[in-house]
């Protein structure tokens, strides 16, 4: 495990000492800003329609700041961290392998086992981070936000929400450093891995076109329906055995494509 935590320090390294991780954040903040400004006004519409008319003519979710801001907002980092997270893995392998410096690390005294782990922890922190940057807007609605109750949000939905948001952030990781793996151009593992997140994530508008008990095999496999109860602030178990499902089987796939390529 210590060598893999020594791989993990290096690939953050990198990240941190390149403009690429930085490029990331700033998009990742002013694309967040941008929506969150938006969900902010549509609150303040609707508070002004019920303030005139009453509040049997403004949708339900417009009576707090939890339901009529946090929760839209993490749905659309969601959707942000789908074609942001693939820029981030796509160099976990590739990079390797287009610097030749792949051949050395297969001939290092260190286990496949040991540099998919450091890999992944590496790409796991920078994604982290990268979400983590999104956690000042529920901060900023706390400070200057007002609730009947004192409390501004729901802090149990924001931060279960937002674990939901880590978890598809890990899950996007996880198969962008294989797809990483499976070649040297950067930007063809950048693509790939959008082209294979972004059909996954929308699964379930497929599945309104069929009947049971395809419709409900299509829906339990399907990334926003898993993702959607835990950004409305609903711990769901299901979902959670099955993004780590998901994490464990892509980590399966690097780990032996690793050990295959170790011995060609």
């Given at each position: 495990m210590r060598t893999a935590l020594a791989i993990a320090r290096k690939e953050l390294s990198i990240y941190f000492t390149t403009p690429w991780a930085y490029?990331?954040?700033?998009?990742?903040?002013?694309?967040?800003?941008?929506?969150?400004?938006?969900?902010?006004?549509?609150?303040?519409?609707?508070?002004?329609?019920a303030r005139v008319y009453g509040w049997e003519k403004v949708p339900q979710q417009f009576r707090n700041l939890t339901d009529g801001v946090?929760?839209?907002?993490?749905?659309?980092?969601?959707?942000?961290?789908?074609?942001v997270a693939p820029f981030l893995s796509m160099r976990l392998f590739a990079e390797e392998k287009r610097n030749r410096t792949f051949e050395l690390l297969m001939t290092a005294p260190v286990r496949p086992l040991e540099i998919v782990l450091g890999k992944y922890l590496?790409?796991?922190?920078?994604?982290?981070a990268t979400l983590?940057?999104?956690?000042?807007?529920?901060?900023?609605?706390?400070?200057?936000?007002?609730?009947?109750?004192?409390?501004?949000?729901?802090?149990?939905?924001?931060?279960?929400?937002?674990?939901?948001?880590?978890?598809?952030?890990?899950?996007?990781?996880?198969?962008?450093?294989?797809?990483?793996?499976?070649?040297?151009?950067?930007?063809v593992a950048a693509l790939l891995s959008f082209a294979v997140l972004l059909p996954w994530m929308f699964l379930s508008g497929l599945a309104e076109g069929t009947e049971e008990?395809?419709?409900?095999?299509?829906?339990?496999?399907?990334?926003?329906?898993?993702?959607?109860?835990l950004l409305r602030g609903v711990?769901?178990?299901?979902?959670?055995?099955?993004?780590?499902?998901?994490?464990f089987f892509s980590l399966l796939l690097s780990h032996r494509t690793v050990e295959a390529q170790r011995w060609t």
């Amino acid at each position: 495990m210590r060598t893999a935590l020594a791989i993990a320090r290096k690939e953050l390294s990198i990240y941190f000492t390149t403009p690429w991780a930085y490029a990331v954040f700033t998009a990742m903040q002013a694309l967040a800003s941008f929506f969150f400004i938006n969900n902010l006004y549509k609150f303040q519409q609707a508070q002004e329609l019920a303030r005139v008319y009453g509040w049997e003519k403004v949708p339900q979710q417009f009576r707090n700041l939890t339901d009529g801001v946090a929760v839209p907002f993490w749905g659309t980092v969601m959707f942000i961290t789908l074609f942001v997270a693939p820029f981030l893995s796509m160099r976990l392998f590739a990079e390797e392998k287009r610097n030749r410096t792949f051949e050395l690390l297969m001939t290092a005294p260190v286990r496949p086992l040991e540099i998919v782990l450091g890999k992944y922890l590496g790409g796991l922190g920078v994604i982290t981070a990268t979400l983590g940057l999104t956690i000042v807007f529920p901060v900023i609605l706390s400070v200057f936000g007002k609730g009947e109750s004192g409390s501004a949000l729901e802090w149990s939905t924001v931060l279960l929400g937002y674990g939901g948001l880590l978890l598809w952030g890990a899950t996007c990781m996880a198969i962008g450093m294989f797809i990483s793996m499976l070649t040297e151009s950067q930007m063809v593992a950048a693509l790939l891995s959008f082209a294979v997140l972004l059909p996954w994530m929308f699964l379930s508008g497929l599945a309104e076109g069929t009947e049971e008990p395809v419709r409900s095999l299509i829906n339990a496999v399907s990334f926003d329906v898993q993702l959607a109860g835990l950004l409305r602030g609903v711990l769901d178990l299901k979902a959670l055995v099955f993004f780590v499902s998901v994490i464990f089987f892509s980590l399966l796939l690097s780990h032996r494509t690793v050990e295959a390529q170790r011995w060609t």
